[in-house]
């Protein structure tokens, strides 16, 4: 069982950064596609960013473009989100998720296999 742990989450005003994190136990986590998703309150769930395998390659929701990158270390078995000029939209339960079937594109559709237990962000403005 593939378990997703996440941290870094928190309360920052308008304009400030956090970074997430997000643990994988996976045993072939080095091939695996690895993204990160959101849900604002009343909201559906919504693609943020995702990083191929080799981590050469990134997509990104226009939302968050020039302002959240994301990363990994395999030798960690982690992947990172780093959110700078959050706004109050940014607020949001987000969640990391994992696949070693999906491509960055067909995350950013929401195909993952598996998923964290989400952090909350939250901005103020």
Known sequence: QV?????????????GSL??????SARTFSTYTMGWF???????????????WTGSRTNYADSVKGRFTISRDNAK????????????TDTAVYYC???????????????ADYWGQGTQVTVSS
Do not use: D, H
Request: hydrophobic share 40%.
């Open 19 to 24: 970074r997430l994190s997000c643990a994988c």
């Open 38 to 52: 959101r849900r604002a309150p009343g909201k559906e769930r919504e693609f943020v960013a995702a990083i191929s």
């Open 77 to 88: 078995n982690t992947w990172y989100l780093q959110m700078n000029s959050l706004k109050p």
């Open 3 to 15: 378990q997703l742990v996440e941290s870094g989450g928190g309360l920052v005003q308008a304009g």
């Open 97 to 111: 998720a994992a696949s070693w079937q999906s491509t960055i594109a067909t995350m950013s559709q929401g195909s």
